[in-house]
Nanobody
Framework: QVQMVESGGGLVQAGGSLRLSCAAS????????MGWFRQAPGKEREFVAA????????YYADSVKGRFTISRDNAKNTVYLQMNSLKPEDTAVYYC????????????????????WGQGTQVTVAS
């Protein structure tokens, strides 16, 4: 079982930045592929970014490419999501997810491929 705790959400003005963190425990962190998803009110949960275990290939949703960066620190058992140039449409609850799967590009974007989820952290971007 993997436990994950997100932090770093909050209220920010459009154009600002936030960094989300997700600390994982219960399994060797380097063996996990990690992802970030988000869910806005009244909408389905959607893929944001993912980083494969091992070599750490990163994948991004088109809507955040060039603005968000996913990274991981295996020594700290933590994955990060640096969010720059935030827009009001980025407002959502952001969830950290983990899986032992290696993840192809297509799989990285699929909610069903992730086995473990954090509780979520709210990000609100004011216009």
């Amino acid at each position: 079982q993997v436990q994950m705790v997100e932090s770093g959400g909050g209220l920010v003005q459009a154009g600002g930045s936030l960094r989300l963190s997700c600390a994982a425990s219960g399994r060797t962190f380097s063996s996990l592929s990690m992802g970030w998803f988000r869910q806005a009110p009244g909408k389905e949960r959607e893929f944001v970014a993912a980083m494969r275990r091992g070599a750490g290939s990163a994948y991004y949703a088109d809507s955040v490419k060039g603005r968000f960066t996913i990274s991981r620190d295996n020594a700290k058992n933590t994955v990060y999501l640096q969010m720059n140039s935030l827009k009001p449409e980025d407002t959502a609850v952001y969830y950290c997810a983990a899986t032992t799967n290696f993840l192809t590009t297509a799989q990285a974007m699929g909610i069903a491929w992730y086995d473990y989820w954090g509780q979520g952290t709210q990000v609100t971007v004011a216009s």
